[in-house]
């Protein structure tokens, strides 16, 4: 695990974009204030949208079995059986 490097306020305040672009490139910083941590700044992890075909089928492999009876049962005891009609006055 990495130390993450110390900035000041002061730095904050005067090289904020210079620190924003390393972040958005992946570093993350702690945040000092005379001389004490008062916080940190991390990149925000992205979402991906796609999986590969390869990695699906390597997360499947560890996935659980499913029931599909006892799926059913789930559904039905959480269905409303009964379906009114919304345009019903």
Do not use: C, K, W
Not at 16 to 26: C, L, N, T, V, Y
Not at 70 to 84: E, I, N, P
């Amino acid at each position: 695990m990495s130390v993450q490097p110390e900035i000041t306020q002061r730095d904050l305040r005067n090289r904020s974009r210079e620190i924003m672009d390393a972040i958005q490139g992946g570093q993350s910083f702690t945040v000092t204030r005379d001389g004490h941590p008062i916080g940190q700044l991390v990149p925000l992890r992205r979402r991906r949208r796609f999986v590969s075909r390869h990695e699906f089928a390597a997360m499947s492999r560890t996935a659980p079995d499913i029931s599909l009876d006892m799926f059913r049962v789930d559904q039905d005891a959480t269905t409303d059986h009964y379906l009114d009609d919304p345009y019903a006055r």
